[in-house]
């Protein structure tokens, strides 16, 4: 188990730009770079949402609604998680939060599908909202 802990949060104006992070503790380096990371967010009642993957390998997905504006990116010797996000819009309005799975053959298959469901994570960050207007 790892402990997940999300910033950068804010409120900005369409069009702007936000990059969140993503801190593990409780995990060691060789463990931390195991894991699949990912950003999910959930909007007042919608259900929540994958954003981006990143796999062990630096591997990345997207969901459509933001390939071309955000990145994700990690860094595993400071066991951070990154997702830049340009050009927002008002849809991009949502609580963000950060997950983490240690790799397995099964994430792997659902990797290669697009981003895992957030069942297929164990660990999440407490959130960070984003408010666009």
């Known amino acids: 188990h790892v402990q997940l802990v999300e910033s950068g949060g804010g409120s900005v104006k369409a069009g702007e730009s936000l990059k969140l992070s993503c801190v593990a503790f409780?995990?060691?380096?060789?463990?931390?770079?195991?894991?699949?990371m990912a950003w999910f967010r959930q909007a007042p009642g919608k259900e929540r949402e994958g954003v981006a993957v990143?796999?062990?390998?630096?591997?990345?997905r997207y969901a459509d609604s933001v390939k071309g504006r955000f990145t994700i990116s990690r860094d595993n010797a400071n066991n951070t998680l990154w997702l830049e996000m340009s050009s927002l819009k008002e849809d991009d309005s949502a609580t963000y939060y950060c997950?983490?799975?240690?790799?397995?053959?099964?994430?792997?298959?659902?990797?290669?599908?697009?981003?895992?469901?957030?069942?297929?994570?164990?660990?999440w960050g407490q959130g960070t909202q984003v408010t666009v207007s």
């Open positions: 409780g995990g060691t380096y060789s463990s931390y770079r195991s894991y699949c």
């Open positions: 990143i796999n062990r390998r630096g591997t990345t």
């Open positions: 997950a983490a799975e240690t790799s397995s053959p099964l994430l792997t298959a659902l990797l290669a599908l697009g981003i895992p469901s957030p069942g297929a994570f164990t660990n």
